[in-house]
């Protein structure tokens, strides 16, 4: 059997795939530029990872050992050292969907896939949750860590396969999933897609390539989690569930609504501090609303909400759409854009120019993750506010840890 190296070890897409791997009997090891979140469940499982400048001199290294399927993340640039070594060796090279692809064949899985602008790892989670209660085996994969399991599962019991399927670089095109669920179409990803009708046509293509198709479901009222999009994404899950098993309506619904959540999806990481992944103005949106009704239920005195948007380029197509998506919280601190896969060519756009594009910057300032934030925040929990940390990259939510660690 192949031993395989995953470059980009670290990030949300592959370490979940690594960590499947490795439960088929795979060697497998990696390269990552930093030690982020996820690192200690891949030392945990000794896994070997290199840290640091990825400049395929550790590649060199395990290609001797006998590595010779090189597996790589979308966001790896071609003239990536790493990537040029692997083909100067000769070995075998591919992006995540076409090792994920052999892998459902050799054990002939339906794939269970969940797409979707905003929603997808929520729903994933709740996805993989309703199996677990139920006592149903499951293979799958997903972009984050989970109270009750690990981000990845390989039960040779199971035919089903669920995947939280990524439009990035148009990687979900690779699959003709058994089941899909469309949780949201709102455009994204620029970068990939030129135009919104460009983006609308390559999710139609997916449901193109779908056997059975869950989307637009209508929010149960027996569901009861916080937030109208957390209900609306409990709500796909129950309507997929009906093509998948015999259990009831409500015996789905009474496990919804035990749901625990999942990493950096409304997390609370500390008594009134919560962290979310959101970056999209619509996902913001919908994450606000949640801030809400949490902050009603614990009876607080308001809201205040850390903002880290994710890369520069986007922030172009979002500011246009940052409107009305902060309405219902008080204050908010707008912290400099998390940078990843940056245009050179385009200015970086300050905290204080993207805050004009509110219809409410009375409530916002523009911050630094400092010691003064830190303060200030702390001074607002503890005169019983709800605090929340939105950030699309990593440095928001690792910031936001290490001050309320407890």
Known sequence: MSKIYFSGINGVGISPLAELAQD???????????????????????????????????????????VDWFVHTSALPKDHPELLVAREAGIRVSKRDEWLNEFLDKYGLKMLAVAGTHGKTTTTSMLIWVFHELGMPLNYAVGTSLPWGSRSNFDPESEYFAYECDEFDRNFLAFHPYLSAIVSVDYDHADIYPTVEDYRAAFAQFESQSEIVVKNTTVDERITLPGELRRKDASIVLAAMRH?????????????NRFPGAERRFEEVSKNVFTDYGHHPQEIKATVEMAKEMKERLVLKGAAMVYEPLQNMRQ??????????????EKLFWVPTFQLREDPNLAVLTPAELIKSMNNPEIAEAAELNDELSKKLHELRDDGWLVLMEAGGATGDEWLRREFAE
Not at 244 to 256: A, F, G, N, Q, T
Not at 316 to 329: L, S, T
């Open 24 to 66: 088929m009997g795979v060697e497998v090891c990696g390269s990552d530029m930093r030690r982020g979140e996820l690192a200690p469940e891949l030392e945990k499982r000794g896994i070997e990872v290199f840290y640091g400048k990825q400049d395929g001199e550790f590649l060199r290294q395990k290609i001797a050992e006998g």
């Open 244 to 256: 998948l098993c015999d259990e009831s309506d409500e015996k789905i619904i009474e496990i919804l």
């Open 316 to 329: 172009y197509e979002c500011r246009k759409d940052y409107g009305d998506v902060f309405v219902g919280i």
